[in-house]
């Protein structure tokens, strides 16, 4: 592992993928790049693992497909977020937020942990 | 239209090869990382290479995808279905609710033919499948049958139960009873009723929990005699102590004796057969006190008690059949004497012997024929008329099929109407069957059952009906379905083209000759069966029966001794016969068609009596002097009974034409002499009788002796009072006569001889009748579908008939040409119809009587009366033929 780089958890990059997708149709390949480049490159995730989490999504109702021509004109599949996929991500995110937030309160207290077991 | 969105049938195309699909996303995804890498200065191939290094583990992935659409894929397959039949079903109530005449003509021509099936099986399923109301697991029940030298299914003695009882251990208990009647009275008043008297394990064994109180105890089989415990029947208990809880521990007498009320049977159990009606069980230990036989219980000739067991748990039938068999053979050689030849038979199931049983199939086996006849031509009408219906939407299925839906698909949604309309008609099939069945069971002999009184509509019922409507949805859908669905769409769009008419009307033809052909047959089975009723009816009893009236006292039961009987008996006799509109008056000891009889075999004295000499076996009955007046039995030698043969005179007695011919034939008996029995006393014959019809009307020739009453008393008897005009007018007079000598005696019996006759041809006038009716029913909707085919066709060929008379057809030819067509289908069918009837009618041969089942005259006015209905059925559409104005005609087109 390069240094820098982070590992996706598995719940995580569906929250990723369907914020990827919030930009308007976009191939496997596109959601990749777009997470990378907003991440400046520090995301690690499997190219190949993308696909299965984009099928489940896609099974669920989240994303739908469909096949479509591709910047260079080449038979691509374009994946596009539901309304489904939309609330799902809203919610998603929130609780994602509150969980950082919580995780945050814990590091950023005091050096020793004041309360002990009566 | 669908359920489903839009775009989700988009992805269909996606849908069925998900692998390559994967694939190829993959390969894009890959394509791109080596264009990447080509630009970046790697040379094509190794540019591929690595990319597929950088895309990762390309197979797990594409297993993981390959999973997941799969599933997907199944989910959606299902959903679709669901959705089809749903669209399907909306598709087909629509088309229904459209033409709401036709619907309505098929459910109700549904609801006939289903619902005779459903009647006749709410029958069946009420006497021979649904369980004797009351016990518990009644599927380890057994039936126990004496049989005696292999054949026979009879009761047994009270030892051989105690043995069956003590040793099986297939059997997980034996219990016995015996029918009977007794009075019963509280003090206030008597009333005869149907007993039984039961072994102490009888409600243990059949698992009855008693309403209120206890049932019996085992010890009190035992006990010695004077177990004066009795437990009610439920319908006896509301009916007598309006349902009071206090009854137990009352005291009632049980033929003139006190008894303990100990408990109340549950409701709806009446004893272990289905055709007795018991309203109160006594135990078997209280015999002495319940009739004279008290040595019935140590006898092993004695042979009077029902047994029934109970499986031990894992038994079948065959291994107890194997060990009771060993049991009776040890019986057999322990006690010749009495168990010579006697074996036992193990039925599975309580409620209904097995020859009643057998009679019962029989009897159903013939209903369920016709009915399935009527059903038959019912769904014959509803095919004729959904091809009729085909005609009308040649069109919409053509445009239908254009837009791509398959023949599959249509065929699907045309059966999908014939079974949403067998599904309506089933429903209201129910809701007739359950009408009919409570009128059918107040017709004769099925009125007497006291299980009928009650037609359950339980699973089996419904699930009979939902089979048959289901069966019936093909059998009438699925020709049409097949014909409609048919692709031929070219010619259908042209509207205006009759096309393809001459194999529909051919179709169409066939149901009708088949239609007609069933009805035939139904009708020489009805007619067959009511030419016996006939037969019956017309057959010469010997006795005068429309001007008798009977009414049956038991002075024994009342706690008569025979002194004070014989008294009662003289003292009755003498005051009815001074009533007025009494012409005479006797008494009898067997009521003559009524119930069976009793027989002793009979040696004439003047010649020895070999060993093997079996003598005659002869019926007889003890009858007072009035006896053969009352009945209009005919003297033809010597004298009838007389007040001189009292108990005291010489013993005599008078035969019959029948004995008369085996014992002396071609002489005179008077003056002979007669034993009953070998060891009997020699008795005179003083009078010869002309044969009459004793047990039953179809019997033959039966060889009869009469006993004076007061040589051979009998506490029960029955009063023949001959009227002078209507018997039922004497009847409260003969009834006030009894109170007057004993205001408490209960009176059986009381009613016309010729409502005897009547029960005793019950099996036959339901047969008859039931028959009759549902024959009729078939041939009425026979008859509507020639209506309504003559109607239909007559108003396609309109135009046909319009050029014809343009160019001058008469009247009378143009309707000619329409009963010409009607009179075709009746005579084909019925020829058909007879072919099959001569097959047919030879299983009935047993059930009848005075008619063979080929009877000419029979069949020949059923077809007469086919011919002249069904043509009288199409003369209205010919009529409409003849009135069809040419130009009206001709312009429609």
């Known amino acids: 592992m390069a240094a820098g780089e982070i590992d996706v958890m598995q719940g995580t990059l569906d929250l990723l993928v369907l914020k990827a997708l919030t930009g308007g149709p976009m191939h496997g390949y596109n959601v990749l790049a777009w997470l990378r480049e907003t991440t400046d490159g520090a995301l690690r995730v499997e190219d190949a693992a993308l696909y299965p989490a984009l099928h489940r999504m896609e099974s669920r109702g989240l994303i739908e497909s469909e096949w479509g021509l591709s910047e260079n004109n080449r038979r691509a599949k374009f994946y596009q977020l539901t309304p489904r996929g939309s609330e799902e991500l809203g919610r998603e995110a929130e609780g994602w937020g509150r969980y950082v937030e919580m995780v945050g309160k814990v590091l950023s207290a005091g050096p020793e942990p004041t309360w002990r077991p009566a | 239209m669908s359920a489903e969105p839009i775009w989700r049938r988009y992805k269909r195309w996606w849908g069925p090869d998900v692998e390559s699909d994967v694939d190829e996303e993959f390969e894009f995804h890959i394509g791109l990382i080596a264009d990447r890498l080509e630009a970046s200065g790697l040379g094509r191939e190794e540019a591929d290479r690595r990319a597929r290094v950088e895309f990762g583990d390309a197979a797990r992935a594409r297993r993981m995808c390959g999973e997941i659409g799969k599933q997907r894929l199944e989910r959606t397959r299902r959903s679709e279905r669901v959705a089809r039949w749903t669209q399907d079903l909306r598709y087909a109530s629509r088309a229904l609710a459209k033409r709401p005449a036709f619907t309505a003509a098929v459910v109700a021509t549904l609801a006939l033919g289903i619902g005779a099936n459903v009647t006749i099986f709410s029958l069946f399923n009420a006497v021979l499948l649904r369980p004797l109301p009351g016990v518990s697991e009644p599927e380890s029940l057994v039936q126990l049958g004496r049989t005696q030298g292999g054949d026979g299914f009879d009761t047994f003695s009270y030892p051989d139960l105690a043995d069956y009882r003590e040793t099986s251990r297939t059997l997980a208990g034996v219990a016995g009873s015996w029918s009977t009647a007794v009075h019963l009275s509280t003090g206030r008043e008597t009333e005869r009723v149907d007993a039984a008297v039961v072994s102490g394990n009888y409600f243990d064994v059949l698992g009855v929990r008693p309403a209120l109180g206890r049932g019996y105890l085992p010890e009190e089989d035992e006990a010695a005699a004077g177990v004066r415990a009795v437990v009610l ?131 159903l086996a013939i209903l369920f024929g016709v009915v399935v006849v009527v059903l038959l031509v019912a769904c014959a009408n509803v095919a004729n008329l959904l091809l009729a219906r085909a005609v009308e939407r040649r069109r919409e299925l053509a445009v239908r099929a254009a837009h791509g839906a398959s023949r599959g698909r249509l065929l699907r949604q045309l059966l999908m109407e014939s079974l949403l309309l067998a599904a309506m008609g089933g429903v209201a099939a129910v809701a007739l069957a359950m009408v009919a069945a409570r009128t059918l069971v107040r017709l004769p002999m099925l009125s007497e059952l006291p299980v009928l009184q009650r037609v359950p509509l339980d699973w089996r019922v419904l699930a009979f009906a939902a089979a048959v409507a289901v069966i019936s949805g093909l059998v009438f859908g699925l020709a049409p379905a097949l014909r409609m669905s048919r692709p031929d769409l070219v010619s259908s769009l042209k509207e205006g083209t009759p096309g393809s008419g001459s194999t529909r009307a051919r179709a169409r033809t066939a149901l009708l000759v088949g239609q007609v052909a069933l009805s035939m047959v139904a009708l020489v089975a009805a007619g067959l069966f009511v030419r016996t009723l006939q037969n019956l009816y017309g057959v010469d009893s010997g006795f005068d029966i429309a001007s008798v009236a009977v009414a049956s006292v038991d002075v024994g039961r009342q706690g008569y001794d025979d002194e004070r009987g014989g008294r009662f008996f003289d003292e009755l006799i003498r005051n009815v016969e001074a009533l007025p509109g009494v012409e005479a008056a006797g008494l009898g000891t067997i009521l003559p068609l009524g119930h069976g009889g009793w027989d002793t075999r009979m040696f004439a004295d003047d010649r020895p009596i070999g060993p093997e000499d079996e003598g005659i076996k002869t019926d007889q009955n003890a009858v007072s002097p009035g006896y053969f007046r009352a009945m209009g039995v005919t003297l033809v030698r010597g004298r009838g009974i007389s007040e001189a043969d009292r108990a005291d005179a010489p013993r005599v007695v008078v035969i019959n034409q029948a004995l008369t011919d085996l014992l002396w034939p071609g002489e005179d008996p008077i ?133 014809r008379m343009a160019l001058g057809a008469r009247v009378a030819q143009v309707a000619g040409l329409v009963l010409r067509d009607a009179a075709a289908v009746l005579v084909v069918g019925i020829v058909i119809g007879g072919l099959a009837a001569l097959a047919v009618t030879r299983l009935l041969q047993g059930q009848l009587f005075g008619v063979q089942p080929t009877d000419p005259l029979t069949f020949a006015a059923v077809a007469a009366m086919l011919l002249v209905v069904g043509l009288a059925a199409s003369q209205l559409p010919a009529r409409r033929a003849s009135r069809v104005d040419p130009v009206t005609a001709l312009r429609s087109e």
């Open chain 2, 671 to 803: 003056g002979e002499r007669l034993r009953a029995g070998r060891e009997g006393e020699p008795v005179e014959v003083v009078g010869l009788v002309a044969d009459a019809k004793y047990r039953s009307l179809n019997e033959e020739s039966r060889p009869f002796a009469y006993y004076p009453f007061q040589q051979m008393y009998s506490p029960s008897a029955t009063l023949h009072v001959r009227a002078s005009g209507d018997p039922r007018g004497v009847l409260p007079l003969v009834q006030a006569e009894v109170r007057a000598l004993d205001a408490d005696l209960p009176i059986y019996r009381a009613g016309t001889l010729a409502h005897w006759r009547d029960r005793s041809l019950g099996p036959q006038r339901a047969a008859a009748s039931l028959v009759g009716f549902f024959g009729a029913l078939a041939f009425l909707l026979a008859a509507i579908g020639l209506y309504g085919s003559m109607s239909y066709t007559v108003s396609q060929r309109t135009r046909e008939i319009g050029i």
């Open chain 2, 233 to 363: 029947g439920y319908g006896l208990w509301q009916r007598w102590f309006g349902g009071e809880r206090s009854v137990v521990g009352a005291t009632v007498r049980l033929n003139g004796e006190p008894f303990t009320v100990v408990g109340v049977a549950p409701e709806g159990f009446t004893g272990t057969q289905i055709h007795s009606g018991v309203e109160l069980f006594a135990p078997v230990s209280s015999l002495d006190g319940l009739s004279p036989e008290s040595t019935l219980r140590q006898s092993r000739d004695a042979v009077w008690l029902m047994l029934f067991g109970r499986l031990a748990p894992g038994v079948g039938v065959e291994e107890a059949q194997r060990e009771l068999t060993g049991i009776a053979q040890r019986l057999e050689r322990e006690y010749p004497e009495s168990n010579e030849e006697r074996g036992i038979q193990v039925v599975a199931g309580v409620g209904v012997h097995p020859g009643i049983a057998e009679a019962a199939r029989g009897f």
